[in-house]
């Protein structure tokens, strides 16, 4: 009943050594399927799968029937997709149905989802009953490189996002890249931003690969395991340096200065911008920053719009849908970053492909300079 069928054997194991509080990343396809298996392993005796409208009807069934399977009580929540459901509203109704579905202590909260599921999930898991374990089996790109590795969770507040949450471990992370080949084009796009993130901040040699390996990708090849497990070792060797972002966490905000004013200034409207179109733009412009400010070789710059490009990704203020605003409101959107300290900005620059390093104390003219040549 719960022999775990061959393809998933030979999935790659991340681990996130984070004392009492480590567990372990698998990537592979077809993990959903033998998925009870493995979070039955971990001695709950109920479930609560939260998923959304999108997902469930794919992929909910298989995965519940997997649970029960393993003699797990499963009990399905499903909300509305998008942003708007990282919310009051949506954490109350999560908690509520988590109480409703008498999940105890000892049980677990699996989010089934890409990353709007899985903050929102995994904050629940949080809170109720003062906190209960949580499972993440993401299904978007960028769910699976970054935000269901990490333990940041939360909701949305009117003054911001992100901004009411906690930091809550998952104790299992299965990413299923299969679940992949139903993700739309523009969303898989947008998480390949993040992916090709972590080559820039420090490993050039994983970008040069993705530069020869992302049709394989994309096409869900073995290169996309490869790219996601290289991405999550990557994301979990910075969380476990620092798992609160007192420190070098920051790093992983490469491109994403840039990134959350034009998200900002789109006003989060995702038929305009999606956040790793934002953050590809924001790339692009953090090398060409750096370049400017005579820190980085410029052919550095070209190669990361040039590679960003090839995928269709936007890396220009002119591929902002609907114009990116003045340099007042660019500089504007940046300063209400939460990365600002007392007027000055901190970037994330880099020396090259892979030389990233944290720059607090940029002053607000030299970033006034660079947007307006960007902008003419
Ligand atoms: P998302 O969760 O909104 O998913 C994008 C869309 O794809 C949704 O419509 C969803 O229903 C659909 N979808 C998901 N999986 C699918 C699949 N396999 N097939 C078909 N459709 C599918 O967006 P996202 O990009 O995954 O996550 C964005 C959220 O992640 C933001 O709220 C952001 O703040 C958060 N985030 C959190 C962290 C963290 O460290 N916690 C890091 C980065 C981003
Ligand atoms: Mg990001």
New binding site residues.
Partial sequence: MSSIPAQTASAITVPVPLGDRAYDILVGRGLIEAAGARIAALGARAAALVT????GP??AQALSRSLAANGLRTAVITLP???AT?SYAGLERVCDAVLEAKIERGDLVVAL???????LA?FAAAVVRRGVRFVQV???L??QV??S??G???I?SRHG??LVGAFHQPSLVLADTS??D???AR?MR??YA?VAKYGLIDDARFFAWCEGNWTGIFDGGPERDEAVAQSCRAKAAVVVRDEHETGDRALLNLGHTFGHALERITRYDSTRL???EGVAIGLTLAFRFSAALGLCPLSDAERVEAHLKSVGLPTRLSHVPGGCGTVDELLDAMTQDKKVKGGSLTFILARGIGQSFIAPGVEAEKVRAFLTSEID
């Avoid at 959304?52 to 997902?55: A, K, S």
């Avoid at 989802?113 to 903050?119: E, F, Y």
Wanted: without cysteine.
């Fill in positions: 959304d409208e999108h997902v794919l992929y997709p998008g942003e990282k989802g890409g990353g709007v599921i899985g903050d995994g993401p299904t978007t960028l769910s970054d935000s590795v990490g940041k969770t939360g949305n996002k992100n679940l992949l139903t993700l739309p969303e947008a998480g993040e999606v956040h790793g």
